[in-house]
């Protein structure tokens, strides 16, 4: 006697019949309790997708831009300590090792951006840069703590107090020109050019070659007049063209060199004038050029 177990299939409608000891097909879904062996799959939606993707981009852009502040740091310490080597063997004189740092800083610290990522808080990371050298020469400058080696780096005549006059100004225009022109326009790049290379060199030109002075201030030179224009200019050029090859900037070079050439006239007369009793060239230089340069190029 034998049993069997007949049903009709629901499309061909035909019988189907099997025995007792018929193996039945085993379902791709095998349960244990309640627990399925193969696990369901997670499907997410297009915005939490874009959500977590836009979220990793992001940590991404501040562990590059954290490595990238950390890398200039080390180099604008490494600067200084360097020259201040140089000067403590007697190998450059002080004054000469001052101007070095002031033309190398804000120029290689120009020079840093591009290391920087493409999101909106990268210029916020670089301006950490000179932040920090703020907060030094405040400190230094105030007398909370004594740094011989930056003292004597960036003073003329070793006075803890003239931190907070110069260099601290030089360093407040690197911060500015990072949080609002940044990469995006060339008038923050212009004015660090004319404040760096052209004040800079200048400074170095008129002490060894400033014989013939201005007539309407004897404490400028025509030599170092003429460098800050000459020199002011050719930085200027210099790092549109460093930040053009890189893509930043799309400029018709004829125009920018008339602009170019402008703004650094401006700058020259503002730094000739007999005004630094009142205002800093580390602040009248800079300002000027901003102004300049922005009613040049528009943006």
Known sequence: MSLSLLS?????????????????????????GSMSVWPARVSLDPHTLRF?????????????????????????????????????????????????????????????WPIFS?????????????????????INGLSL????????SVTREGNPKELLRGPLYYVLMLILSALVFWRDSPVGVISLSMMCGGD????????????????????KSWAGSISMFVFGFLVSIGMLYFYSILGYYQL????????????????????SLPITEVVDDNISVPLASMVAAYLSFGY
Not at 56 to 70: I, P, S, W, Y
Request: glycine residues 8%.
């Open 52 to 112: 977590r993707v836009s979220a990793a981009a992001r940590v991404g852009h501040l562990l590059h831009d954290a490595g990238a502040t950390a890398a200039v740091l080390v180099g604008a310490y490494g600067l200084v300590l360097s020259f201040d080597n140089l000067s403590q063997r007697k190998l450059i004189q002080q004054s000469l090792s001052r101007k070095l740092v002031h033309i190398l800083s804000g120029l290689l610290f120009m020079v840093s």
């Open 8 to 32: 009709r299939h629901p499309i061909s409608g035909r019988h189907v019949g099997s025995a007792a000891t018929h193996v039945f097909p085993i379902s791709p879904r095998v349960f244990r």
């Open 145 to 152: 703590v004594k740094d011989d080696g930056l003292i004597k």
């Open 200 to 219: 800079g060199i200048a400074d170095v030109i008129g002490r060894r070659f400033g014989s013939m002075k201005i007539f309407y201030n004897e404490k």
């Open 252 to 271: 018709d070079w004829i125009e920018t060199l008339q602009r170019v050439a402008l703004v650094s006239l401006v700058a020259t007369v503002v730094e």
């Open 118 to 138: 493409t999101s909106t808080e990268a210029r916020y990371f670089a301006a950490l840069v000179p932040l920090v050298n703020c907060l030094r020469l405040v």
